[in-house]
DNA sequence: ATTTTACAAATTTTT
DNA sequence: TTTGTAAAAT
């Protein structure tokens, strides 16, 4: 036993002699508000790891009073099992470890009586949240088209994030006047009513789990002091993308012992659009006393090409904290930018590229990702990857839980653990068919807000609320309804998890339903169902073997509303090539990045053009996207792509001309637009859309979209050619690159005038210095600046 | 009450 | 392109 003990010790203080100065510093200085700046790469991870246990085995800090918020479920986990197996597991497993969402929602369950919740009360998701909504606009007579749920929802979500209640809005003036001067002057009322609904029905949606948590913690007093005096040590990671709600908790409950430790890097903040504010970590300083800020520069991941593109691009954001990323490693191959025809061009291209690097040099496909910034570029990825049989996987997207199948089960199972939830009643009341419908429902849901209860009770107790003025036969359907939801209530109280969602999905009707529809997406729903039925069994498995693990089926239910899909990954996904959103990539690395996509108005999105805060935002993503790659990276765009159903034309992205043109290799392969792009005659094609390269004859591509998908081509080529002469410019724009010579004065889009001091490369990869009249001297790459000629 | 049909809208990112 | 909603028909 001894020497177990003494052997973990020599262990901690081995790991520590592998750190380099900076992060031991972060790593041993335990006391006290500490801010750690992390560049990319630089081993944020293994401070926070080390650090917890140093506390534990150096420190001697019980697990118990240590608190680390996570921004992921699946990071929370990693991190477990790497404390597990330096201080063990045993000792691991009490730590205070997870989401902000899912740590709040354990305190929330354990004190919900003080809000008024009950314990198990449902969380609803985005989805669930949105329909509530939607109905309490119909409800109200509001035109929908004035009221759109997606705003209002948004709304609603920023009010929360905020901390403002209904009561607070309504007393709030200002808050009043701005939203009636968008021409939504009852959204007090609605956010009044939503709130009520969700009290009603027993939920929270995902942004209560702070704000109820935020309450509870300023309303007593001695909740407050008890989680204050539990979490003795407290760290934050991504603080950079925490919110004001998640920002005053952590403070508050920081405030008696003060040893608190952030990390971040602003440089990597991309969730400001979900509210998240990057002045927490900016004003770090100024929010705590004596805070001991270190820095982690030296990146360990990258080479230096990608470190000094990625450095040379987030430069060009004004507001970020003072530090500088480098690193040791080789310089690496230069980063590839690569022009395309089309979509279905890029991605050939990108499955191509994979296809050669893993057949000529060995590298295998779990080595590169493809990275995208909407979730809709990934189908012609997809496509490609699978015509050339390359083996991948999507990450993200619609996520398992988010299936309607799925969710129609888990709203019987809702329905069952938390009966006054109105969303899964909603939900499932007339699903299968029950022949209870919209008319029936609107006298329910009048009771039911006349009353002030939720609509289970209504039903529960029909010969009580004679008021409804239900028809006979439609009362039988509904006390049938009932009855069968109370069965599985009392079931619940004996049977095993897995017995009881079997049954429920059995005898609710679902199965049969779902057996019935015999075409391949029917029989795919039926297996989710099957699936969704295996992770109980395997959860209540996994929970048995835990002391005080909750092996029933609520137990279960309070997992699955946090979780995502990638939290579940079955390693069976080795030799897989990755595509994600940037999003989803965040802390990830992988030795060879393609990021596809790289046009105006969709990286950076059109959403985000307008103002400077959010065009730094998507440079940002565009940064943190860049330095996923540890070895090389791949930036692709097409000239034209399909949005909306219809064939657009773009133009490259902004941000490639930001990057230091030194790390770059503009690969602008010989290609004719007319007749196709590579060489890839070799692979079916397989696409419905009728390729640019086939010959008219083959099998009668629709007749309106030919005159669309010349056309616009040739209209765009010119205006690509301008900037970005491919090979074969013989119609040149406006100014021909070839014509600049030494001394010329010339005329760029945002520099302004000046004039040609040095000329130097050849071809495609010429550059000239520029003296500029007004910002000083600049090397630009001919192809990108887009000159004009300016006489005298 | 339910099915069919037509038409519009949507795509930024997610705990 | 797909998805959802509203109106119309059964």
């Not at 592998?18 to 041993?28: D, F, I, K, T, Y």
């Not at 990625?310 to 980063?335: F, H, R, Y």
């Not at 943190?624 to 097409?638: G, I, N, P, Q, S």
Request: net charge neutral; charged share 30%.
């Amino acid at each position: 036993m001894s020497t177990l003990r003494l052997q973990k010790n020599t262990c901690v203080q081995d790991y520590i002699k592998q750190l380099n100065p900076s992060q031991r510093e972060a790593v041993v200085n335990t006391e006290g508000p500490v801010m750690v700046i992390a560049g990319a790469g630089s081993g944020k991870t293994r401070v926070l790891t080390y650090r917890i246990a140093y506390l534990m085995d150096e420190k001697k800090v019980d697990p118990f009073n240590i608190l680390s918020l996570t921004f992921t479920n699946k990071a929370a986990k990693e991190m477990k099992e790497r404390i597990g197996k330096i201080v063990g597991g045993n000792e691991a497993k009490n730590l205070w470890m997870g989401t902000f969402h899912s740590v709040f929602a354990k305190i929330l369950r354990f004190e919900a009586d003080k809000l008024g919740f009950p314990s198990n009360f449902t969380i609803y998701d985005a989805e669930d949240a949105r329909k509530v909504i939607a109905n309490v606009i119909k409800e109200k007579n509001l035109d929908k088209e004035v009221y759109k749920v997606k705003s209002v929802a948004s709304r609603i979500s920023s009010f929360k994030n905020a901390l403002i209640t209904p009561k607070e809005y309504l007393r709030s003036p200002e808050l009043q006047e701005n939203d009636a001067a968008a021409r939504m002057p009852m959204m007090g009322d609605i956010y009044r009513a939503y709130a009520e609904r969700c009290f009603r029905s027993g939920a929270m949606d995902f942004d209560d789990l702070l704000l109820y948590t935020f309450i509870l913690l300023r309303k007593f007093p001695d909740v407050l002091a008890k989680y204050q005096d539990r979490f003795r040590y407290i760290m934050v990671d991504e603080y950079q993308d925490t919110n004001h709600a998640q920002y005053l908790i952590v403070k508050s409950l920081a405030n008696r012992y003060g040893n608190i430790c952030v990390v971040g890097d602003d440089a990597q903040s991309i969730y400001a659009f979900r509210g998240a504010n990057i002045r927490n970590i900016l004003n770090y300083q100024r929010d705590y006393e004596d805070v001991r800020v270190f820095k982690l520069e030296q990146n360990y991941r990258s080479t230096k090409t990608i470190v000094g593109a990625a450095n040379s691009l987030i430069k060009k954001n004004k507001e970020q904290l003072d530090k500088n990323v480098w690193t040791d490693n080789s310089d690496g191959e230069q980063i590839v930018i690569n022009k395309t025809v089309s979509d279905t061009d890029e991605a050939s291209y990108v499955a191509r590229t994979i296809f050669e690097k893993n057949m000529q040099e060995h590298i295998p496909f779990s080595d590169f990702a493809i990275l995208y910034r909407t979730n809709a570029q990934s189908r012609a990825m997809e496509e490609s990857f699978r015509r050339r049989n390359i083996p991948y996987r999507i990450y993200g997207g619609l996520s398992f839980y988010q299936r309607k199948e799925v969710k129609d089960l888990l709203a019987y199972v809702r329905l069952t653990i938390n009966s006054n939830d109105e969303e899964a009643f909603r939900r499932v009341i007339n699903y299968p068919k029950r022949g209870i419908g919209d008319t029936t429902l609107e006298k329910i849901t009048v009771a039911a807000n006349a009353n002030g209860v939720s609509v289970w009770e209504i039903c529960s107790n029909l010969g009580y609320y004679q008021s409804v003025g239900l028809n006979k036969p439609t009362t039988v359907k509904i006390q049938d309804f009932v009855t069968k939801i109370q069965s599985f209530k009392a079931l619940a109280k004996e049977a095993e998890a897995f017995d009881l969602a079997t049954h429920i999905a059995k005898t609710s009707g679902l199965l049969r339903e779902l057996s019935q529809d015999k075409t391949p997406e029917g029989i795919s729903r039926t297996e989710n169902i099957q699936e969704l039925l295996n992770s109980v069994k395997e959860f209540t498995e996994n929970q048995k073997e835990i002391e005080d693990g909750n092996p029933s089926l609520s137990g279960f239910m309070e997992d699955v509303a946090l979780l995502t899909d990638s939290d579940n990954t079955t390693d069976e996904d080795n030799e897989k090539v990755s595509l994600m959103t940037i999003h989803l990539a965040k802390g990830l690395e992988f030795p060879i990045v393609f990021i596809v996509g790289m046009e105006e108005s969709l990286f950076p999105s059109m959403m985000a053009m307008s103002s400077r805060a959010d065009l730094e935002e998507e440079r940002r993503l565009f940064y943190v996207a860049l330095t996923r790659a540890e070895k090389e990276a791949y930036l692709t765009y097409a000239q034209m792509r399909y949005r909306w159903g219809k064939l657009i034309d773009c133009e490259p992205s902004r941000f490639l001309q930001e990057i230091d043109e030194s790390f770059l290799n503009i690969n602008t392969p010989d290609f004719s637009p007319f007749t196709g792009a590579y060489g890839d005659s070799d692979e079916p094609s397989a696409s419905r859309r009728p390729s640019p390269r086939r010959a008219p004859t083959s099998s009668a591509p629709s007749r309106s979209r030919q005159p669309q998908r010349t056309m616009p081509q040739r209209k765009n080529l010119r205006k690509i050619e301008s900037s970005l002469p491919s090979a074969n410019s013989d119609s040149v724009a406006d100014t021909n690159p070839s014509d600049i010579n030494v001394g010329d004065r010339v005329k760029h889009q945002r520099f302004g005038h000046g004039k040609i001091k040095e000329m130097e490369g050849a071809g495609p990869n010429k550059k000239a210095v520029i003296q500029f009249d007004n910002v000083g001297e600049k090397k630009l790459l001919l192809k990108f600046a887009k000159l004009e000629k300016v006489s005298g």
